[in-house]
Each structure stands twice: as C-alpha cells, then as structure tokens.
Nanobody
C-alpha cells in the first residue's frame, strides 16, 4: 500500500542533469499529492517540488528554472528532471505520496552527488 521505490540518483558533474523516478504501490485513484524532499548532511529535510493529482506544481526557490516535476497517474510514478545541477544540490532525495486519506508515505531515498 505505502511502498515507494526511487531510482535515478548518482554522481554527476556540475552543470549536468539527472532524472529521478519514484514508483508507488497501491491504487492509483487513492493518490493525491506526490513530491520530492531532500536532505543534505547536517541540514534539515526541505521540500524540493510537489505536484497535485491535477498537475499543479510548486518548487523551492533554489530549484526554480532548473528542476521540473511531473507525474504519470496511470503508472503511479512521479519524476524529477534536474538540469544545471550545482554542488549545493547534493543530498539524499526522498519521494513521498499523500493518500486521499491524508496518510503520507515515504521512499527510502536516493543519493544525488554533484561534483564541482
């Protein structure tokens, strides 16, 4: 019901791109919002981007113009296209889904490392 599996992280040079994917289990119609948080060493987890079931999006100011969130409702999958990556984007990225019951489920995280 609550399983989320992330993929697509890795090591990239500054200026490069990565695409993260997160596939959810359970019923597609039960999923409301999906999104991504990240947590860098020694810092609090922060919201990166989120997308509603209707396609409305929000982004952290630090990633606007560089990251794009999208989702495939039929596949129960959310994506994060990250372009022009910077060393400060280095973090563990966690996806989440909010069910219409208001329950939130998290993935285990995927490491993104950007070298300068």
């Amino acid at each position: 019901q609550g399983q989320l599996v992330e993929s697509g992280g890795g090591l990239v040079q500054a200026g490069g791109s990565l695409r993260l994917s997160c596939a959810a289990s359970g019923s597609a119609t039960s999923i409301d919002e999906m999104g991504w948080y990240r947590q860098a060493p020694g810092k609090q987890r922060e919201l990166v981007a989120r997308i509603t079931s209707g396609g409305s999006t929000n982004y952290a100011d630090s990633v606007k113009g560089r990251f794009t969130i999208s989702r495939d409702n039929a596949k129960k999958t959310v994506y994060l296209q990250m372009n022009n990556l910077k060393p400060e984007d280095t973090a563990v990225y966690y996806c989440y889904k909010d069910e219409r019951t208001a329950d939130r489920y998290w993935g285990r995280g995927t490491q993104v490392t950007v070298s300068s």
